[in-house]
């Protein structure tokens, strides 16, 4: 099986954010929101 592509142009714009735009951590290696200021693991400022 495979996934069909999204073809709503609005539901696209809501996958990409989610999907693509992260901030990783450089300390820990977690993946945070585009938005964060620190990390949730290990509140760290090194995003």
Do not use: V
Not at 4 to 15: E, G, N, Q, S, Y
Not at 20 to 46: E, F, V
Request: overall charge positive.
């Amino acid at each position: 099986m495979y996934a069909t592509p999204i073809m709503d142009p609005f539901k696209r714009t809501l996958a990409q954010k989610h999907r693509l735009y992260m901030k990783i951590c450089r300390d820990c290696g977690a993946r945070n929101a585009s938005s964060a200021t620190k990390c949730r693991k290990c509140r760290s400022k090194n995003l």
